[in-house]
């Protein structure tokens, strides 16, 4: 493989139409905390929809600093919506280190970015490149895509990623290690698609041993997916006139500092729901929601009465920035289901 002549018509093609995104500058200086912000969302979550939450946190928190004062709960708030609520937690730890013990600014280095609470190898090596200009090997899902079919690598994910990164180090260009990295998820954006890729239209064609095959799409080569575990639990919607009484989740666990629903436990065997209500009332079960967590499903029963009192409550007639699971289940009141069933007062 010619890589000297690979880089060339990568760059080229990267300088004459890529992407345009609010948080990529070009012929300037990036801004390290825009880039690392970019960074973190985009983890899980696609470009469109991580979007319009990357320019409200820099209207709200214009710098890390600003961000490192923010209320913990003011931030989970915001973050709703973007799923993976550890990020959110690993942001502003981040955002304290950086603004506490660096005076605002952040490492320019891959090692002392690493360093920092949250930052794992992928994003210090992003941040590095993109906002510092350091050489630096960024390896995201776009670039495993595209590195796997460039080589035609038949190992299995998840035991193909060292290869992989391996391989990506060997193309890297040194003289633009930033344009480079983005060059590499822009290809595996827009061309090197998983499905359907525009090998027509794709600059590194010449090189690429998956479609010299004709099997492109073959690659990565995923391993069986695991059978996904399922919980069950219910969710509990008290009403006061056009309020619904949330309540603050504890701070470590699956979605730590969030307000939500009052909920029994998730686990593997359905709950007693009308013996663990969280108040008497009058309570009728609405029905059922499902909802996909990255490492279970939940099948989460809905119930809901009229009250006036629920300890350590917070009443709001706002629900816009609850997580999308809990979402689900207080829309499953305006839908048609039956009320099947009434909790005795307690």
Not at 64 to 88: F, N, Q, T
Request: glycine share 8%; aromatic share 8%; charged share 25%.
């Amino acid at each position: 493989m010619d890589v000297s002549a690979l880089r060339v018509a990568q760059l080229e093609w990267y300088d004459a139409g890529s992407r345009e995104l609010p948080w990529r500058v070009r012929d300037g200086q990036a801004d390290p905390y825009a880039v690392w912000l970019s960074e973190v969302m985009l983890q899980q979550t696609t470009v469109p929809h991580a979007t319009p939450y990357w320019l409200e946190f820099l209207r709200r928190w214009p710098t890390v600093s600003d961000l490192a004062v923010a209320d913990d709960a003011e931030v989970m708030s915001a973050w709703a919506g973007l799923g993976y609520y550890a990020r959110a937690r690993n942001l502003l730890a981040c955002a304290r280190a950086v603004a506490g013990d660096h005076g605002g600014v952040f490492p320019d280095t891959e090692e002392g970015l690493r360093a920092l609470p949250g930052v794992g190898p992928y994003t210090a090596a992003a941040v590095a490149a993109i906002a510092f200009d350091r050489f630096a090997h960024v390896v995201d899902g776009n670039v495993e895509r595209v590195v796997s079919r460039l080589f035609r690598i038949s190992t299995p994910l998840p035991g193909a990623k060292p290869e992989m990164r391996a391989r990506a180090a060997e193309l890297t260009d040194s003289g633009r290690p930033g344009d480079w990295a983005q060059a590499m998820m822009d290809l595996g954006a827009m061309v090197c698609r998983p499905k359907g890729p525009l090998c027509d239209r794709c600059p590194v064609a010449p090189w690429c041993e998956a479609r010299a095959v004709g099997d492109p799409e073959t690659y990565p080569v995923k391993a069986p997916k695991a059978v996904r575990p399922r919980r069950y639990g219910a969710a509990y919607v008290l009403r006061r006139g056009d309020e619904v009484a949330l309540v603050r989740r504890p701070a470590k666990g699956l979605l730590g500092g969030m307000l939500g629903l009052p909920t029994t436990d998730w686990s593997g065997v359905r709950p007693d729901a009308m013996a663990e209500v969280p108040v008497a009332a009058d309570w009728q079960r609405v029905g059922e929601i499902e909802h996909i967590f990255t490492h279970f499903s939940l099948t989460l029963e809905v119930w809901t009465a009229e009250g006036e009192v629920l300890d350590g409550a917070i009443w709001s007639r706002d629900i816009s920035g609850l997580p999308s699971v809990f979402l689900k289940a207080v829309r499953l009141l305006s839908s048609p289901a039956k009320r099947e069933r009434r909790a005795p007062s307690r």
